[in-house]
């Protein structure tokens, strides 16, 4: 591995840890993980990138969500969008680490008709995102998602499912969570009484309406990010040596959360991260200047490695947001007194950054290396069904 061993400079902190250390450990665990041949068998069509499948009831949400967080539509214009009559596939690549395929599935169809291989798209499949009407009868719906969760499991058990239980902003806080209840109860026991006990899943309360969808989305994306403790563990060595209380990786482009330091996670910071990430690129879009090479990227946000915001709030404490790699920033909070010594902090960013680059090209290599191994893989198959046809003339 290259680069400089120097550790970070701490504020009285830990100075055992440091960032090469968790680099280190997350290269060998890469390195095990590939040598064993079956962490790629759920990418058997060639497809290296995560797939996201989002499923659901006609009118359940499901459009409405990816336009909002991935297009930036605001919720109100979500009231004109037209059914979804087809299968809608995206890539989604705002930031080095947030890269998948999301599909957007009609709700009127009928996903295990014969027309559809649908043993072909579970196994190539990372995470399945079913949403819920709370507004609506949910009991279709709940069948619905038995059927689903149990086909795509025998399929192909990896599959994460997460349960969106979607537009509760009408809903008071002790309805939220007595709706909840209820329909993890439901789903839970279906499924135990089916004899599918090994199944998970996950629940969230969502709305497009507030931060809700977006820190339901960010979790899911983290489940697909094998880089995540590694991430968790750079952002608490750099806090606890920066005098920094709270920290978060956000993609700017999307507002999904990557990774945070593994203090508890409070709704409110997040909100007021988000608002900040929105000031800075509303002003940049408003004011700012694209660089011409980003056109063709993100919409040629005008966000760059010099990207930075200061926000003193009138409790003791600064908000502070600092690009890390494109379109990847660090959001934090930092007590006045702790803010006073922003060299320290400063420097103890540069290391981080240098380190998460390293992660990140320990990553692009172990990609190429699955590319060129599937590649390996489908020219043996090809050449040796060509053989077997050639043998066997009919
Ligand atoms: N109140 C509320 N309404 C929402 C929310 N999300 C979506 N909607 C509304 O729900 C309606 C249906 O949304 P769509 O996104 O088209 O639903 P869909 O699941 O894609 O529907 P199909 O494409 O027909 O399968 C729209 O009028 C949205 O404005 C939410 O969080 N709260
Ligand atoms: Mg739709």
């Known amino acids: 591995m290259s680069g400089s061993r120097n550790g970070a400079a701490a504020a009285g902190g830990n100075t055992d840890l440091d960032y090469y250390d968790a680099i280190d450990d ?21 497809v290296v990138k ?16 990816q336009k909002v967080v991935f297009h930036k539509m605001s919720p109100n214009e979500t009231l004109y969008l037209e059914s979804t009559n087809r299968i809608y596939t995206e890539d989604v690549n705002s930031s080095s680490f947030v890269s998948f395929q999301i599909w957007d599935l009609p709700g009127q169809i009928d996903f295990f008709d014969p ?30 998602l038995h059927n689903t969760v149990t086909r795509a499991y025998k399929v192909n058990p990896k599959i994460h499912f997460e349960v969106f239980i979607h537009k509760v902003d009408g809903l008071s806080d002790d309805h939220k969570i007595e709706k909840q209840q209820d329909i993890q109860k439901r789903a839970n026991d279906d499924l135990v009484d089916g004899g599918f006990t090994k199944i998970h899943l996950s629940f969230y309360l969502t709305s497009i309406y507030d931060h809700s969808i977006f820190e339901a989305f960010s979790k899911v994306v983290q489940k697909l990010i094998p880089q995540l403790p590694t991430l968790e563990n ?13 920290a ?37 879009c408003i004011y700012g200047r694209a660089p011409h090479h980003w056109e063709d990227n993100a919409g040629g946000l005008p966000y760059d490695d010099e990207s930075m915001a200061i926000i003193h709030l009138n409790n003791t404490t600064v908000m502070y947001l600092k690009e890390v790699t494109k379109f990847l920033a660090v959001v934090c909070f930092v007590r006045k007194e702790s803010f006073e010594r922003k060299g320290l902090i400063d420097y103890n960013f540069h290391c981080f950054k240098q380190a998460i680059q390293e992660v990140f090209d320990v990553r692009l290599r172990v990609q190429e290396n699955r590319k060129l191994y599937f590649q390996r893989r489908w020219s043996e198959v090809s050449a040796k069904s060509n053989e077997a046809s050639g043998s066997n003339p009919r």
């Open 115 to 144: 027309i559809f291989d649908h043993e072909m798209i579970f196994r190539g499949t990372e995470a399945l995102i079913f949403v819920i009407d709370s507004q609506d009868d949910y009991v279709e719906a709940l069948d619905r």
């Open 26 to 46: 997350y290269v060998t665990a890469m390195q095990l993980e590939d040598d064993e041949e079956e962490c790629f068998s759920h990418h058997s069509d060639g």
């Open 50 to 65: 995560p797939r996201i499948l989002v499923m659901g009831l006609r009118k359940s949400g499901k459009s409405s969500i």
């Open 234 to 246: 750079l952002l608490n060595i750099f806090i606890s040596n920066s005098g920094i209380e709270k």
């Open 248 to 284: 978060f990786l956000f993609d700017v482009v999307s507002k999904i959360y990557i990774a945070t330091d593994s203090s508890p996670v409070d709704m409110a910071t997040y909100e007021l991260f988000c608002d900040m990430i929105d000031v800075v690129i509303d002003i940049s």
